[in-house]
């Protein structure tokens, strides 16, 4: 069971138009990341959310942290062909037990933006 | 700074072989996490070191281990290599007190 559930799992577009990618849980998360990752390569973060209700923009990206701190859009206005990728959402919280808590990911939007 | 480097960046060994991977995180970061990545199962979280002790653990068998060192630097071992085992490997260390986590290139393992 994925304790975030990621949403469209595909992502097929032309070049100009806007999406919205989605990213829910039950749980409550101390903060949540997003994450572009191309063919072969590690994820790379964008962007880091803290507070409920948080909205941060990069360019032409528009990041939200719900008002509940469980769940996270990520809009993209006027997709370009660059903006292909696998997107992955990641919420941090504090296990029991553990000192260090950890990031749970989820199973990421694969994005084509077609020209 | 320098980001999270990964070696070998390719590997291709065959069944019930071993394998050791190597990963240096970003200068200052303690926290080293390892995930296995395939095109079925996403990425996987295997365990994270911190301090040379490791303090989480996924949902992996006894044959993937790993270990820190002094400098912060650790090793991911897979022994007696399966082939469900070929994937991305990926490994990421994490900035205090901010949870961000930054990833390496990955090693892309195979295992024929």
């Known amino acids: 069971t994925q304790l975030l559930e990621q949403s469209p799992q595909f992502l097929s577009i032309q070049e100009g138009e806007n999406l919205t990618v989605y990213c829910n849980s039950s749980?409550?998360?101390?903060?949540l990341q997003w994450y572009r990752q191309e063919p072969g390569e590690g994820p790379v973060l964008l962007v880091t959310?803290?507070?409920?209700?948080e909205v941060k923009k990069l360019k032409r990206l528009t990041f939200q942290f719900g008002d509940a701190r469980k769940d996270s859009s990520l809009h993209i206005t006027a997709a370009q062909p660059g903006d292909t990728g696998l997107y992955l959402c990641?919420?941090?919280?504090?296990?029991?037990?553990?000192?260090?808590?950890?990031?749970?990911f989820g199973r990421g939007t694969q994005l084509t933006v077609w020209p | 700074k320098a980001g999270v480097t990964q070696t070998p960046r390719y590997l291709i060994k065959t069944r019930g072989q071993q394998v050791t991977l190597s990963c240096s995180p970003i200068s200052g970061h303690r926290s080293v996490s390892w995930y296995q990545q395939t095109p079925g199962q996403g990425l996987q979280f295997l365990f994270e070191?911190?301090?040379?002790?490791?303090?989480n653990k996924g949902n992996f068998p006894g044959r993937f281990s790993g270990r820190q060192f002094s400098n912060s630097r650790s090793e991911m071992n897979v022994s007696t290599l399966e082939l469900g085992d070929s994937a991305l490997y990926l490994c990421?260390?994490?900035?205090?007190?901010?949870?961000?986590?930054?990833f390496g290139p990955g090693t892309r393992l195979t295992v024929l």
């Open positions: 990421a260390s994490r900035s205090q007190p901010d949870n961000e986590q930054f």
């Open positions: 749980s409550v998360f101390s903060s």
């Open positions: 959310v803290v507070t409920g209700g």
């Open positions: 990641a919420g941090y919280t504090a296990d029991r037990g553990s000192t260090l808590g950890r990031l749970y």
């Open positions: 070191y911190f301090s040379e002790t490791q303090r």
